[in-house]
């Protein structure tokens, strides 16, 4: 060892879900890096109830590789579940969320050196990201601009899940007992600076996968309503503007034209004041609905993950010799 | 050299249970030897391990085996209660999450093998972290000093007169007319004796005489295990904590050096291999020569979590044992005795014990039905 190695504890979580071809050699980097520089380390390796044999060929590795664990999920529970399975196991110092599909693993001792330095988390954000065009990147422009401006969160557009979180900092995120959890978004909520940590994914598929608008329509809709009750009031008063409005315009045909004189033009007019009305109330029902929503959610106290095994490294360096094993080398 | 040319029964370790038996069966009358290949007794096992005499509390997935060391921990602790260490408060925590039990579930468990429980004080409970823990109950456990009970055991066999001869490896097992030919070595030499019976007690070492013999071996799993011994921060000086039941720690007094103990589920074994017959024997003494790396640093962050006054405890040192175990007792931690009569040759016993406080099944299974003192 050229260097000394740094007295820091790094834990490391990978989350993995069906990547046989290459989940064990991106294991193998990572284990080398950590190997080489730090004294003390764990690789948490989350198995999100993989189907395609990732969770044998990871089984392998613990006999060859010191400082890994495995827990496998009882089901796939998703990525973020996942994760938060492999965080609430860690137990170092200084703790990495590394995707194996993207994410360079030469850069985790500059990230652990940087969140050493001050920050609480250091985030992984992805250098010149494909832009968004059209009414997506019109929506992403938004929804950054609305939690700048008004949640007074930085969520970096391109933010990744590439991370370190140091223990103070990830204690606090572990403490958010929310069942919607988003990871990307947690970092920023608790309030530990956040520092931006630009770098260029290492894609080890063929096509990076795209998130889809839907996907980021729903989560940024989750990440609005667990923050804010912005929308239940903007609704409320919006629904007494409307129905105002809906009063005055009662009295005003009432008084001009006296009762029993609607004419034919006064059914447009009727037909028009009753489809602004009902496209009130169906905003305010659906904001209400997608909060009562959250509240149903976050009553069931339901764990978001279940852990159905967990095992670890075990290793005896060429202690037991197996004598037939001498006998073939003969 | 041994004194006699024969013996009625000669035991192989002088660990705890080795000398126990000895003691019992002198205590027959009969003529007995002891014979230890280190320069002492019970130096091994018997002194590297957590010191704790179990109350049932640890095993609410075996209610047998509860049941079991809630007899024997009235017994062991009356009859070797100068080396018992009871002054301390004990506490038992079940965390939220990762927990093979809940704390409702761990509760009824107690209550049903009726030991002592009750919630922990106030200032007890808020040493650990409220987020991970769910419920903390103080109970009855204790502890023994493995030094004062190598006295006593030592001073059961001068008083038995059984012939305790140290520094004296027993190689190993031949057929012989009047029962067995045992070949030993010490200071003088190899050399060889008859004994009407051999009492295998070498722990982990079991297999290795068994193997020296050419006789079949037995199926056991052994673990390099590592211990800590600490300062404890000031908060947990006359306190012993465990946290249950999946992959927690233990921290308590370790009365024979004035510390604490610490270990992990996780992180004391180091290694794990199972014997078998195209794998050499003494495995064990090997990985105990090697040089090892401690995982306190481990040991004490993943600890610190649940109690974290646990960060300023000060390190000491570590205890490396190899911990033996019968496979089919992994999964439910309940650590059920091993022992075998007429193992490969008639006349010899092969006696593997879990925990000490185990000795008295021990005893039971050498003389069904007699009221062993």
């Not at chain 1, 740094?6 to 284990?31: C, K, L, N, Q």
């Not at chain 1, 904001?287 to 670890?312: D, H, I, K, N």
């Not at chain 2, 000895?22 to 096992?45: F, H, Y």
């Not at chain 2, 020569?289 to 979590?305: F, Q, T």
Request: net charge neutral; proline share 5%.
């Amino acid at each position: 060892m050229s260097e000394p190695r740094s007295d820091a504890f790094v834990s490391v979580v990978v989350p993995i879900r069906d990547r046989m071809d290459y989940a064990a050699g991106f294991v193998r980097e990572v284990h080398a890096i950590l190997e080489r520089t730090y004294a003390n380390f764990e690789v948490i390796l989350v198995d999100d109830g993989s189907t395609d044999g990732t969770g044998e060929s990871l089984r392998q590795l613990l006999k060859e590789l010191d400082g890994l664990r495995l827990l496998r999920l009882s089901r796939p529970f998703g990525r973020e579940a996942t994760i938060l399975a492999g965080l609430d196991s860690s137990i170092g110092d200084y703790i990495v969320v590394i995707l194996p599909e993207s994410d360079p693993v030469e850069l985790i001792p500059p990230m652990v050196e940087r969140c050493r330095l001050g920050s609480g988390v250091v985030v992984g954000v992805e250098e010149n990201p494909a832009r968004q065009r059209g009414l997506a990147g019109l929506a992403s422009k938004c929804f950054h601009w609305y939690c700048r401006k008004q949640l007074h969160l930085n969520l970096h557009p391109g933010s990744r899940f590439f991370r370190v979180f140091s223990r103070s900092a990830l204690n606090a995120v572990l403490q958010i007992q929310d069942r919607v959890r988003n990871l990307r978004y947690l970092s920023g909520v608790v309030g530990f600076d956040a520092d931006p940590f630009p770098y260029r994914p290492h894609w080890r598929v063929d096509r990076p996968p795209r998130r889809r608008f839907t996907r980021a329509l729903s989560e940024g809709i989750g990440i609005i309503l667990a923050n804010t009750r912005h929308p239940l009031r903007f609704v409320t008063d919006l629904g007494l503007v409307a129905s105002a409005i809906n009063l005055g315009y009662a009295l005003y045909s009432v008084i001009a034209t006296g009762p029993g004189s609607v004419g034919d033009r006064g059914w447009s007019v009727v037909a028009l004041q009753l489809g602004i009305m009902f496209f009130v109330l169906f905003v305010v029902l659906a904001v209400l609905a997608e909060y009562v929503g959250l509240v149903l959610w976050e009553t069931r106290s339901r764990p978001a993950y279940f852990v159905a095994r967990e095992e670890q490294s075990n290793l005896v360096k060429g202690l037991v010799q197996r004598r037939n094993v001498v006998n073939e080398s003969r | 050299m041994l004194i006699r040319a024969h013996y009625d029964h000669l035991v192989v370790g002088g660990g705890f249970y080795g000398a126990v038996l000895a003691s019992e069966l002198a205590a027959r009358g009969r003529r007995v030897v002891l014979c230890e290949r280190a320069g002492d007794l019970l130096q091994r096992a018997s002194l590297n391990n957590q010191a704790r005499v179990h109350n049932g509390y640890h095993y609410p997935r075996s209610l047998l085996t509860a049941l079991r060391s809630r007899v024997n921990f009235q017994r062991f602790s009356d009859e070797y209660s100068p080396a018992i260490v009871s002054n301390f408060r004990k506490l038992y925590a079940v965390p939220r999450r990762f927990s093979k039990v809940s704390a409702r579930q761990f509760l009824r468990f107690v209550e049903q093998i009726g030991a002592p429980i009750q919630p922990a004080s106030r200032p007890d409970a808020a040493l650990f972290d409220r987020d991970l823990i769910e419920a903390v109950f103080s109970v009855v456990e204790h502890a023994f000093d493995a030094v004062i009970l190598k006295r006593l055991v030592r001073e059961r066999l001068e008083r038995e007169g059984v012939e305790v001869a140290l520094r004296t490896e027993v190689l190993r097992l031949r057929r012989h007319a009047d029962g067995l030919e045992v070949h030993y070595r010490d200071s003088s030499g190899e050399a060889v004796v008859t004994a009407t019976e051999v009492l295998n007690c070498t722990y982990s070492g079991i297999n290795d005489l068994l193997k020296e013999s050419g006789l079949p071996i037995l199926r056991i799993k052994h673990e390099l295990t590592e211990m800590a011994l600490i300062e404890p921060p000031e908060e947990l000086q006359g306190l012993g904590v465990t946290v249950m039941c999946g992959p927690f720690f233990s921290c308590m007094p370790y009365p024979a050096r004035q510390q604490h103990s610490l270990s992990h589920v996780r992180y004391t074994p180091h290694a794990a291999w199972e014997d078998s017959d195209d794998v050499e024997s003494h495995v064990g003494e090997r990985v105990m020569a090697e040089p090892k790396v401690s995982k306190y640093p481990h040991m004490v962050r993943a600890s610190a979590l649940y109690l974290p006054c646990l960060s300023q405890a000060k390190y000491q040192s570590s205890l490396w044992e190899v911990k033996s175990v019968l496979p089919q007792s992994e999964g439910d931690d309940s650590r059920p005795i091993l022992f075998r009569r007429d193992h490969g040759l008639p006349g010899l016993v092969c006696v593997m014990g879990g925990k000490l406080d185990n000795i008295y099944d021990a005893l039971m299974e050498y003389h069904p039905g007699a009221a062993v003192p």
